[in-house]
């Protein structure tokens, strides 16, 4: 997830650069400034290290309650 006044461009260059790395981006957000994507491991350290990321997770299952 991006931090709020990420501007587009900013966003943009980073979903590029995740598909030059060997990524692809499979869902994009618009309600919150984030994407799905299958990055490299090679690269996520380079993303982890970008000023504009407020945080990264990994793809998990989530379960509503009983």
């Given at each position: 997830?991006?931090?709020p006044?990420?501007?587009?461009?900013?966003?943009?260059?980073?979903?590029?650069?995740?598909?030059?790395?060997?990524?692809?981006?499979?869902?994009?957000?618009?309600?919150?400034?984030?994407?799905?994507?299958?990055?490299?491991?090679?690269?996520?350290?380079?993303?982890?290290?970008?000023p504009?990321?407020?945080?990264?997770?990994?793809?998990?299952?989530?379960?509503?309650?009983?």
């Open positions: 997830m991006f931090k006044k990420t501007s587009e461009k900013v966003m943009d260059d980073v979903k590029l650069q995740i598909v030059n790395n060997g990524g692809s981006i499979y869902l994009e957000y618009y309600m919150i400034k984030g994407f799905a994507a299958e990055i490299p491991e090679s690269f996520v350290q380079t993303l982890e290290h970008n504009n990321i407020n945080s990264m997770e990994e793809d998990q299952l989530v379960h509503t309650m009983k």
